[in-house]
């Protein structure tokens, strides 16, 4: 099956989804959620595939969702966000993640649901929730305050402030930062080490990791999801957009 | 209402509440307990306050428990310790805390129920419960598990050792520490920046980010508030405040 | 009673349980885990003993599970490793333990058990169980990502790497590391201090700690337990068990 939004390669028993937007800086269109969400099903199943690496193309990870998209007419949707945030939540094996360059938003709370995250020196996340009148989602209200402890996680998740490489590493929400020219060797290497381990193992530790934590987890989806929808379109979100629009900073006074 | 024991100002909608009995080093009196309460309440319900600092006026934070009121005959209060408890951990909006000098016993755990911490760089905290032969409070120990991991929170709850402001950032109890002279404008540029962004965003995130841990950290304070009353005048509390009247140290050998 | 392959010995408060089978590395023997179970049973209701510091003999902490007996005969056990696990995580009174030299599966596990972990600059930590086919144990996959996050819990329970003693003390697996000829005495001053305070208050503070966790952690060693039977004696286990015997590395390839 053809994904067109991603580039699905495999060295032995390494995957590697690349998002494949580069001009919309990998935005999270509503293809793309159903295309991450047919890969991360596809490679749970697929004996070949022991590590799975999420990358993006050209010079970004992913600016989040595609604001292009946003205000259009609903779109018939294989998956849709819940069901990418799901398959990514239940993928059974290890998931390297490359953040090759700026991640916002869903670029940024991915990171959350990876077990292993390598940053470019270059790059850097940002949770625009709050700038944008909404909420945060893909259950970083309850991974980011065990990664990075409680003050700092809502900082980020409550600021909308960038979060540069090296902090994030401090923050715990990446495991390593190393220079971008070397970012892609460096993750190979690392996916390459665990693909020479039995898939058994590696399938097994990680569900037990996984487990105390699972049904918190998919709780805190649902609770975003439900605020989402709550303040998706509601006063504060209806400026956000408008300021986008005209070009201006939101103006949140007495919201 | 006027709160005897605090100074509470507004600047835009951040609301400084300021622990203001500096000649008692900001002690926890019976009186304060029900003035934090009250403000936390009002400034919960207060649609122009989006957000709320608390600091200490003076040289200290809060030395903690008042001990002059010790074995006094109990007050009439209108919400008590655990008013305080329960209103503090139940404030919907983004909490910043600037711990200004020494903190002690709730000047110490009133941090791990912070969004946010600042200290200066003249500030150390202290947790003295063991050498009181009591137990720690304020879900503190919920709480300090999550941000500094087991090991550095059992140290600091069980060895009454002090922890300097370097520290503190070190173990994620505090998110920074500053030159003494510039925390008032620090923390006030952090409260401005998130004052700037929609309440129902920060509102919202903050119940998301609560959500998980809140039914186990009242659970907490439960349990600890049962053990402080059954160490609370045993034998080794006992022998702390006899050695504290003698001006001697305690001897706990055997108990 | 007489322990065979322990030192126990008593200064004080403190009760120092130096695993004492240098000459294997203090790998854990069936005779040690019932050793060990018992050692915890009995400090834990000997009214003499405040505080117990694990420590091993000789340059190693301990190598982890006794290959020479793996496919023997079963042994008659009085207490098995469950016990031993149980009477660790238990044990009401704080538990540090000395960390002398490499510690290798249980060597590395048991830190994850500990109040607080000091650690000689010569030592370091593996995690083998993605090498030998198998999963993790002793909580690790509950106490590990508390401790460190889950990203650094993960790749380290994993990947089978070696954990440095300053990296295991950067990710909240050890609290300190000393140089290996100061580790005694290091620890010896940190147990002195804690001894010196009163048991009520370090047993009460410890249970309070634990409470929240004591459930989930049970779950997980079940969790872990039940994994470890489906997983030893599968394929990748051979594979890694002829390997060891035949001298080659493993191959896992298809695995």
Redesign the interface.
Known sequence: MPLDTLLITDAGAVRTVTMNRPDALNALSMAMMDDLADAFLDAAVDDSVKVVVLTGAGRAFSAGADLSEMGGPPKQQRHGLNGMIEAIIDFPK?LLVAVNGLGVGYGATVCGL????VMADTARLRAP????????ELAS???????M???????F?????WMQATECVEA?L??EVVPAEGLAARVAE?AT??A???????V??????R??HLD?MK??VR??NR?LA??TG???NR??LAAFIEKRPPD?TG?
């Open positions: 290890p990876a077990d292993y995250v929730f709050s700038a944008l009148g909404i909420t945060a209200t309850a991974t980011f305050p065990r990664l402890g409680h003050q700092r996680a809502s900082w998740l409550l600021a909308a402030e715990g990446a495991a690392r080490m665990l020479a381990l039995p898939l058994a193992s590696l097994t530790t990680k569900r037990l990791l487990a105390p918190a709780a805190s609770a975003e605020a709550e303040l509601a006063e504060a400026e956000a949140f919201l």
